[in-house]
């Protein structure tokens, strides 16, 4: 989606991972980086649903756009309602298994999200009004509040 080099995207992601690394660890998350595919993964374990859930973030043309995070069956990158949480009250999470915030690319219109009220991925850091995380430990502890009050997984 991005004509940024892998090398600038890679460097920008790599200079966040330390904190987010850092948060993971106090919060009870577990990280992984595959420096070459420039994706994340992020798993914790959802104790409404008594299970584990694993989030996905593909960090190409980061930070020039954001990353398209979304939930997968752990250890794969299947996708699907059944390893998406339900929303809590005033959540991110939204029946249409899409992380509904700026700061995922999954959520505007150019990827098939609902949000073409948002100026487009590359407009990302001057959305206002919603959500706001502008590093990758900010989205995951972001996503870590939303999965808190989430009371299931999507039925």
């Known amino acids: 989606m991005s004509a940024l080099p892998s090398a600038v995207a890679r460097a920008s992601a790599e200079d966040e991972l330390g904190a987010a690394w850092a ?3 106090r919060h009870g998350w577990a990280i992984h980086w595959d420096h070459g ?7 914790t374990y959802h104790a409404p649903a008594s299970r584990l859930v694993e989030v996905t973030g593909q960090l190409d043309g980061y930070r020039a756009i954001p990353p ?3 939930f997968v069956r752990p250890g794969t990158d299947e ?8 929303p809590g009250p005033g959540s991110v999470f939204h029946g249409n298994i899409v992380i509904c915030a700026p700061w995922n690319r999954l959520a505007y219109a150019e990827q098939g999200g609902p949000h ?4 487009g991925p590359a407009a990302w850091l001057q959305v206002s009004g919603t959500t706001v995380a502008h590093t990758i430990g900010d989205m995951l502890a972001t996503i870590d509040v939303h999965l808190r009050q989430s009371p299931e997984m999507m039925p």
């Open 23 to 25: 948060w993971a660890s």
């Open 37 to 43: 595919d420039l994706l994340l993964r992020a798993a």
């Open 68 to 70: 398209a995070w979304q």
């Open 79 to 86: 996708t699907g309602k059944e390893w998406f949480p339900a």
């Open 116 to 119: 073409n009220d948002w100026s």
